[in-house]
Nanobody, 125 residues
């Protein structure tokens, strides 16, 4: 059974930092890509970042480029999203998603078969 579990979300002040974690079980972690998406209240879910199997290739949404960093530790079956210089508009539920890597890190949700339940990030002004 595949499980994708996010953690690390909480309330933080604007300008602060958070690191989200995503642990995946039931898949061969070293063969999967991992993506982060987010959904704010009243908005559609949007792509945030993605990382290839070794971490050599990453893709970021323009809205967070330079502030967020995606990484992974294959020995721990865990991916991370380091978020710095947080803004109130970063407030959202953050979802981790995974799928076997086929050479693409596109921003489409249908590129990911396995999803977590999300972790809430709230940035106060």
């Amino acid at each position: 059974q595949v499980q994708v579990v996010e953690s690390g979300g909480r309330l933080v002040h604007a300008g602060g930092s958070l690191r989200l974690s995503c642990t995946v079980s039931g898949l061969t972690f070293s063969r999967i890509k991992v993506g982060w998406f987010r959904q704010a209240i009243g908005k559609e879910r949007e792509f945030v970042a993605a990382i290839s199997t070794t971490g050599a290739i990453t893709n970021y949404a323009d809205s967070i480029k330079g502030r967020f960093t995606i990484s992974r530790d294959n020995a721990k079956n865990t991916a991370f999203l380091q978020m710095n210089s947080l803004k109130p508009e970063d407030t959202a539920v953050y979802y981790c998603a995974a799928n076997y890597y086929a050479g693409d890190l596109n921003e489409r949700e249908d590129g990911y078969a396995y999803w977590g339940h999300g972790t809430q990030v709230t940035v106060s002004s």
